[in-house]
């Protein structure tokens, strides 16, 4: 696979894509490898991952250099995905130390639980954040005693590769995690039918994500699911408008709006319409797109020429834009921030676009707002604004989405779960439990009789 700087247009590298066999062989090699990785004592694994973050943080500005180029990434925003690698390994290096069964009275004995790791794990990862969310998989499953195949997606592979040889360099066991680049339907579809991968960890659209659980119906396999979103950002008359509206950009247009979690539609109530669309024009026009070598970017291009298609087709000619930021001309696959003033019911106003396109979308009152922000398959994120405690509490019970934000457009942590409702997706990542959800719970009786 040849890959171009999304900048720049211009060649990166070629990237050898696997095959089956290569797949098959892996599997084999990190079925092996697991089992002596769980034989070791809780302490070493925690020693050799605290490694492995270690070795990471000394590489922050190599893995951001390679996000750039590879991804568009404007560079301050790579620095935080790879320094928030190290972070996420460092957070779940105290897991296996921490692996708590539990003790349960019971008649004539003695009744425990154990976490047991499951085995291999296969994890697909999208081309949007592909450091963060391929780390969200890798480091609770290595902490949970499994090992780990991985696959980057075709666009974006190439920090998967290098923290794959920086696992090795921090002296992690070798095969126990192996980075596997190719296509979704060659490799990604192995490890969905390959009988020695008993977990899946897939990121993606959700269209994917369907056919990626009916095929591990198929053996029965565990799988987890962070699909796509069209979260709302609610914004109330008693709000503070010139924060909600100053906020507003950064929560939709970083990383270009691809991000599941962008808050692609903004739902204002009606009496302040005007108001806040006086605020958020001067702060889209100030939003700044340019190189992702740049340190004051704020946004860079699009991931690709045919992903850029396909957020174009959502702005068609005649569409009703309300007004746009800037972008530069010349090679890139650039696209400016755009503000549209849809119906609630038009296509870009109810399908992911992944791009830096967001609708506005008046509202009458709460239970018009509940309505409009539950319409529809995902729910994923959001955010509440108004200065009304209670009305924040009962819209943030209120909405069906799984990460939601009072007077913030709050970022992913990684010490908080996340994950999405409906056909946003199936199971939680990060937060405390992540490692558990690599485990099988077994039961043990020890009779006293
Ligand atoms: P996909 O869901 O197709 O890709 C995600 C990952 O799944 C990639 O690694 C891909 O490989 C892999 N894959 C593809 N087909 C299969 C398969 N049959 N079995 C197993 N794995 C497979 O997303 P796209 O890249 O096609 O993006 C399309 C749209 O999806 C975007 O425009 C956006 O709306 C949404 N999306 C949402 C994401 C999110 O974070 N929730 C992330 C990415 C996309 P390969 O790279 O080879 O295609």
Redesign the pocket.
Known sequence: MTLVNPATGRFITDVEHSTIERVDEAVARATVAQQAWAALPPAARAAALRRFAAVVGDHVEELARLEVANSGHPITQARWEAGHVRDVLEYYSAAPERMLGAQIPVAGGIDVTFLEPIGVVGI??????PMT?ASWGFAPALAAGNAVVL?????TPLTAIRLGELALEAGLPEALFQVLP????V???R??THPGVRKIV????????K??MA?CADQVKAVTL????KSANVVFADADLERAAASAPSAVFDNAG???CARSRILVEESVLEKFLELLEPAVQAFRVGSPDDETTEMGPLVSAA?RE?VRSYVPDGAPVAFRGTAPDGPGFWFAPTVLLPNRTDPVATE???GPVVSVLPFRDEADAIALANAGDYG?AGSIWTQNLGRGIRMSRAIESGNLSVNSNSAVRYSTPFGGFKQSGLGRELGPAAAEAFTETKNVFISTD
């Not at 697909?124 to 954040?129: A, D, G, Q, R, T």
């Open positions: 697909i990862v999208p081309w949007n954040f969310i696959k980057p997606a075709e666009w190719g296509r979704g339907p490799v990604g579809e490890f969905v897939f990121t993606g659209s959700t269209a994917t994500g056919k990626v095929g962070e699909l796509g979103g691809q991000d599941c992903h396909k992911e676009v992944f994923l």
